[in-house]
């Protein structure tokens, strides 16, 4: 028999469900993302760490949990080595899971890292109340064991998920800086197809010392005003000429070390068909998405343009610079999990960066 537990919004909505993975209380940021696959590489995403996630397709678990595998030390399935979220919120918890590379079911390695999710909740009715009143707090109660609600974006999350030291990946041609903001594994396994040497530092290391042909800026969780740091560090960069690359949290830090602002989205962009057009085409893209905030591109200064728009609401999906190879996305190109589409601008970094490596040994 499982147990009840219940889901208590900032406005005061409870709702009671049952408990599935650890029978536990956790208080965050109520998010929802109409994602239909995707939970092993969304759970293990630091970008989420602090959010209460609510999924609005029906039924979930049925695929289970794949095993572990590692490649030159990253793994080759997960987004990172643990599970970020704060909570998950579902409406049908599959207790029965079927997949050729299962190991696991979800609440199992909901267990193993002690994170609550509840069941039996219509999660439409919630993602439509959440899109009507925007993104709230919330919490998950069990026992009778009541939490206090908690704002995660508060909270510098960014040095919480960051990993310490210096790490190298890779022995390709084009050295590239990877700050490490709580970096999706799927960018450095894209990296790493892709002829270079990949030297990971934390999110407030000074690398404006070290000696790289570019300079890349992972996703990461909460606010990224809390990254004054990364943005210091990063103006240092700007003002050279080694191309830039931002994603998500990346580019939002490109956006303030430009000069500009971000603001908090109404409730977020979290899904894998995000439609964003490419900046001066007709051309639109199916991207995956999963953020919060986004840049003010009204407050960008004049040698920066909008490079993408979402078509949903109009906001920016990435940012560039006129004439200099510094751009970003807000959406991930490296997907995991969603479309592909955008991978390519992995190679434009690229190209990017064998431009630049020509321009400086003539
Ligand atoms: N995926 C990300 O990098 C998210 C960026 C930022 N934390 C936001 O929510 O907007």
Not at 141 to 170: K, R, Y
Request: contains cysteine; charged residues 20%.
């Amino acid at each position: 028999m499982s147990q009840t537990v219940t889901l208590t919004l900032s406005d005061g909505t409870t709702i009671t469900g049952e408990s599935f993975g650890a029978f536990t209380s956790a208080a965050g940021e109520v998010v929802f993302s109409t994602a239909m696959t995707g939970y092993p590489e969304n759970l293990t995403d630091a970008s989420f760490a602090g959010q209460l996630l609510v999924l609005t397709t029906p039924m979930v678990g049925n695929y289970g949990v794949p095993g572990e595998e590692l490649y030159e030390s990253v793994s080759t399935i997960f987004e990172s080595d643990k599970i970020h979220i704060a909570g998950l919120v579902v409406n049908y918890y599959s207790e029965e899971h079927s997949h050729w590379n299962a190991a696991k079911s979800l609440g199992d390695w909901l267990k193993e890292y002690n994170i609550p999710g509840i069941c039996g909740v219509d999660t439409r009715m919630l993602t439509k109340k959440l899109r009507e009143e925007g993104a709230m707090l919330g919490k998950i109660v069990a026992g009778g064991n009541d939490v206090p609600f908690h704002d995660p974006n508060l909270d510098n999350l960014v040095a919480q998920v960051s990993q310490p030291g210096v790490q190298h990946f890779g022995s390709g041609q084009h050295k590239i800086v990877l700050v490490d903001c709580g970096t999706k594994t799927n960018i450095i396994r894209c990296f790493l197809e892709r002829d270079v040497e990949l030297i990971r530092v934390p999110w407030d290391y000074d690398f404006t010392t070290l000696d790289y042909d570019g300079l890349f800026l992972s996703n990461g969780p909460g606010d990224p005003k809390m990254c004054e740091a990364t943005i210091r560090h990063l103006q240092t960069a700007l003002a050279q000429d080694k191309p830039i690359f931002g994603i998500c949290l990346g580019s939002q830090l490109m956006g303030l070390a430009a000069g500009g602002d971000t603001f908090k989205l109404k409730y977020g962009h979290r899904s894998h068909n995000q439609p964003v057009k490419l900046t001066g085409t007709q051309r639109c893209y199916i991207t995956s998405q999963n953020h919060g905030f986004a840049v003010d591109t009204a407050t960008l200064p004049a040698e920066w343009q909008m490079l993408f728009e979402n078509l949903n609401d109009g906001t920016c999906e990435g940012i560039k610079h006129t004439s200099k190879p510094f751009f970003s996305t807000q959406f991930h190109p490296e997907a995991a999990g969603g479309p592909q589409d955008t991978e390519f601008l992995f190679d434009d970094f690229l190209k990017a960066v064998v431009e630049y490596k020509a321009s400086i040994s003539n």
